[in-house]
């Protein structure tokens, strides 16, 4: 692994241990936090076993993550806020293993459920993917691809969590398995992984989208996830601070990361 890229992973663990060290968290330590977020991540509109990481802490999380625009709960309008946020809840509480199901589930909630539409169907055309060097694989293809991911995946669990839902995440965007929604799908899918392992989820800021979509094609054509999930760990660690602002955990020499090696 990269020897930036492992810094950074360093840095994240320690400041995970802090939160560790503190969980489950107090009713008054889960507000601050929802304040924070709500703050920090409304502007950006292209984002978001420790078991102790509780049921609370996560609904805290998800209600603050935004998409598109809009709150997490406000996508899943249509589809019922309430079965979208308990199945979420219940992906991340019982650690639940990543399977093509899972992931066509996720898709549902991106879609808010539209009856008739593209939820949870894989596309039945080839598509390009707009400004992207790679080409997505045939539709004929889509079942043995998403299965290829979930093994791969299933295989990984050596891997640091967020490396790996870096990695899972560019594999999926790659596939391209829907007509719509899987940019929005993607990123949901990584979060929710990050939030399996304890972990902030990241949220892509807005001026960070260019190097974002430029980092994701770059892994797909070379299979070098490194750009990647330096990306993906500066956004992790950006969470990280935001929480331990909030719970009063955070020491002013967290280190600062660009997406230079």
Known sequence: MDASLQRMLKAIDAGKAKLDAVRPLSPAALASLHERLRLEWTPN???????????RETRVVLDSMTMDGQSLPQYCETMGQRDAMRYLDEIVAKNEPLSAWQIRNIHNVVLKGRAGEEACRYRHVNVTIAGARTTPPDFLDLPAELAALVGWHAREGHMHPVARAAQLHTRFVRIHPFVDGNGRTGRL?????????????AVIRAEDRAAYCDSLDDACVSNDYTGIAR???????????????????????????????
Request: aromatic share 6%; charged share 20%.
């Open 189 to 201: 899918l990584l979060n929710v992984e990050l939030m399996k392992s304890g972990y902030p989820p």
């Open 231 to 261: 990306l993906i760990a500066e956004s992790v660690q950006r969470s990280m601070d935001i929480y331990l602002d909030a719970l009063g955990l955070r020491v002013d020499c967290s280190p600062h990361f660009t997406s230079k090696p």
């Open 45 to 55: 509109a292209h984002a978001i076993d420790h078991r102790a990481h509780s049921l």
